[in-house]
């Protein structure tokens, strides 16, 4: 079982930046995959970023490619998502999820941005004003 707690969502105007973190329970952190979604209400969750091994292995969905930074501190347990430039089509409540499996790496290596994960966390809203 592994616990992810989201913080640092809040309001923000268009152009502005935030950032995400995610602390995630577990003496393994090092070699769980991690990533981002969102969500609106009445539409599915959207796959945003996800990072593997380290900050070279990185994936992002084509909206926020540019604009999202996706990294990781093992010593911290915990994964984070600098937003830059946002819109106010940003505005989502924004998951934390983890992949804790042996093959967590290659699976995210295949899959890319269809990757998803097993564990999420309760969500921290982002609202972007126009």
């Known amino acids: 079982q592994v616990q992810l707690v989201e913080s640092g969502g809040g309001l923000v105007q268009a152009g502005g930046s935030l950032r995400l973190s995610c602390a995630a329970s577990?003496?393994?952190?090092?070699?769980?995959?991690m990533g981002w979604y969102r969500q609106t209400p009445g539409t599915e969750r959207e796959f945003v970023a996800a990072?593997?091994?380290?900050?070279?292995?990185?994936y992002y969905s084509k909206s926020v490619e540019g604009r999202f930074t996706i990294s990781r501190d093992n010593a911290k347990n915990s994964v984070y998502l600098q937003m830059n430039s946002l819109k106010p089509e940003d505005t989502a409540v924004y998951y934390c999820?983890?992949?804790?499996?042996?093959?967590?790496?290659?699976?995210?290596?295949?899959?890319?941005?269809?990757?998803?994960?097993?564990?999420w966390g309760q969500g921290t809203q982002v609202t972007v004003s126009s």
């Open positions: 999820t983890a992949d804790i499996s042996p093959t967590a790496f290659a699976v995210l290596i295949i899959q890319r941005a269809n990757w998803r994960g097993d564990y």
């Open positions: 577990g003496s393994m952190f090092s070699r769980y995959a």
């Open positions: 990072i593997g091994w380290n900050d070279a292995d990185t």
